[in-house]
């Protein structure tokens, strides 16, 4: 049971590049989330899904895209890459109605210089 | 909007000894979940335990407890014993139990080391 996994782990951009984080779920959960860990900070949530076809911003959404076409997967899409996106982004998912709890990808460490 | 407060960047506490992390948070929600995260230098999120807001008893998981006061909106966590092994940032979140709304909130953490 893979849970949460996402790709890739680290990455270096150049100011200006875009790039899409990937995120797939095998455990059939309806709502997805990008959050973003700043250094020394909590998370932030970028956007979030409840479903397939169904998308909406969090707290700082403001450079990011998404879609979501299937269940298992919510990639997130960062257009024209700023040295403000260097950051940890994590990926989760959730079955809110059973347990509450998000479980979450192990992260993936993005650096725009 | 629902906040979460962790009023305390960092803490340290001796080995085998007991520890108690801080969190508030505001809502005016009745029904509701509230976690402890714990994130170990890997960087992944580890849920260490977790509190339904309707229940009364304050939720336990081996040498994690909770002291869950709901009307002062307060949820801190008890670690006893400390293991080396519990050196991490600690998060506190929120979530409102269902609706489009229902994401996890979470407080800026706070860095717990262990002395030997």
């Known amino acids: 049971n893979a849970g949460v996994t996402q790709t890739p782990k680290f990455r270096i951009l150049k100011i200006g590049q875009s790039m899409t984080l990937q995120c797939t779920q095998d455990m059939n959960h309806n709502y997805m989330y990008w959050y973003r860990q700043d250094p020394g900070m909590g998370l932030k949530l970028i956007y979030y899904?409840?479903?397939?076809?169904?998308?909406d911003k969090g707290e700082v959404p403001n450079g990011y895209n998404v879609s979501r076409s299937t269940t298992e997967d919510f990639p997130l899409r960062l257009e024209l890459a700023a040295p403000s996106q260097t950051s940890v982004y994590f990926c989760a998912s959730s079955y809110p109605e059973v347990t509450g709890e998000l479980f979450f990808g192990e992260g993936s460490r993005l650096t725009v210089l | 909007a629902q906040t979460v407060t962790q009023s305390q960047p960092e803490m340290s506490v001796q080995e085998a000894e007991t520890v108690t992390l801080s969190c508030t948070y505001d809502t005016s929600e009745s029904d509701y979940y509230l976690f402890w995260y714990k994130q170990p230098p890997s960087r992944q999120m580890i849920l260490v335990i977790r509190q339904e807001a309707y229940k009364q008893q304050n939720a336990t998981e081996n040498r994690f407890s909770v002291n869950f006061q709901k009307a002062a909106k307060s949820f801190s966590l008890k670690i006893s014993d400390s293991q080396l092994g519990d050196a991490a940032m600690y998060f506190c979140a929120y979530r409102t139990y269902t609706g489009a709304n229902s994401k996890l909130t979470f407080g800026k953490g706070i860095t717990l080391s262990v002395r030997p």
């Open positions: 899904s409840v479903g397939a076809g169904i998308t």
